[in-house]
């Protein structure tokens, strides 16, 4: 193992975790090379957050990557934990951007009310951007 593959191991092990196909790690002259495809943009938006707890303003110029989502219909999806409600997940995952009753819209299709999220149920995450 490098030094790079044992700093940016977490990264890639990460991906790996969310469902990520056809990855690769290429080191090349110093320089490590994170590839492949991940289920969603959230997933991808994981991994760079995975990426800037090692490296905080990624200035150490030593990791690319390359990870595009399968999905672009969706922003991802979430499942519900303790203590979690609509606004919570919104506020968290958008920064504002989306709002309580877009998420509950997104998810008609097994939510009646707003208020009544099961712990471990998976919502969709509309596209916000």
Known sequence: MSALTDKYGPVYILAEQ???SGLAANEDNG?????GQLPTKYDVNQV???????DPG??????TLSLTPARSDIY???EIKPGENLTR???????GKLTP???FE?????LDDPDKIRIGQKIIIPNFE
């Open 18 to 20: 969310l469902g990520g």
């Open 31 to 35: 320089h490590l090379t994170i590839s």
């Open 48 to 54: 760079w957050d995975k990426a800037k707890e090692i």
């Open 58 to 63: 990624l200035d150490d110029g030593d990791l």
């Open 76 to 78: 991802g999806e979430h």
């Open 89 to 95: 997940i919104a506020q968290h995952l958008s920064k």
């Open 101 to 103: 009753h877009q998420l």
């Open 106 to 110: 997104a998810n008609r299709h097994q």
